[in-house]
């Protein structure tokens, strides 16, 4: 399997490439920078893998919940390399993504800004909670009265409570294999709250 997946959506910005058993693991951590450091970072693991872009089999990225502008350069850049090679896209829920492979009850807790969180919670991959946008005080709450799910965090989440940091390569390279192919033109973000300009149009 050949293919690129590209997490614009966090804090950061991570980027797999695989051919094969072959990969390559791309993370800047200054996700605001993600816009200039994306295509050329592609362009320098695909020649690490000896892959041209048009051998990939699809393009995935993650689709939200998270920054708003994280998530679309992320859609358009695979929106626009699955138009432009004639290639399928995977979209990923970043909360899912976190679960990885795991079975049972999970909680999956990804940061957003300042107290904010985005929670899901799933059960044997089934989604029980769709992502929605929470406080930390709720956030802390929740995790309190889910006592029997397994909590997976991001970084910055699993810093503020505590619970399992997923190895975020490791679950880019589950969700990519495991999603749904679609058409490269049906890649939608998934926003979890309203964004900052509607939300200020609101008070």
């Not at 058993?21 to 000896?50: R, T």
């Not at 994280?70 to 990923?92: D, E, F, M, P, S």
């Not at 029997?148 to 970084?155: I, Q, W």
């Not at 619970?163 to 192919?181: F, L, T």
Request: charged fraction near 25%.
């Amino acid at each position: 399997m050949k293919y690129v997946m590209i997490n614009t959506a966090g804090k950061t910005t991570e980027i797999l490439a695989v051919n094969g058993d072959k990969y390559e693991w791309f993370c800047d951590p200054d996700g605001m920078q993600a816009s200039k450091v994306v295509l050329p970072a592609i362009d320098e693991m695909l020649g690490k893998l000896d892959m041209k872009p048009s051998e990939c089999d699809f393009f995935a990225c993650v689709i939200g919940p998270g920054s708003f502008t994280g998530i679309r350069i992320g859609a358009v850049t695979v929106k626009t390399l699955c138009y432009a090679l004639g290639k399928n896209a995977k979209a990923v829920v970043y909360n899912r993504m976190l679960a990885g492979n795991r079975v049972g009850k999970i909680l999956s807790v990804v940061y957003g800004w300042a107290d904010m969180y985005y929670v899901a919670e799933y059960e044997d991959g089934t989604e029980i909670l769709a992502p929605v946008a929470m406080k930390k005080s709720e956030v802390e709450a929740l995790i309190l009265k889910k006592g029997d799910c397994l909590l997976m965090t991001d970084e910055r989440s699993h810093a503020a409570f505590g619970g399992e940091r997923a190895d975020e390569c490791e679950c880019m390279r589950i969700a990519a294999e495991n999603a749904d192919y679609i058409d490269g033109d049906k890649l939608e973000p998934l926003y979890a709250m309203l964004s900052q300009a509607e939300r200020e149009l609101k008070k």
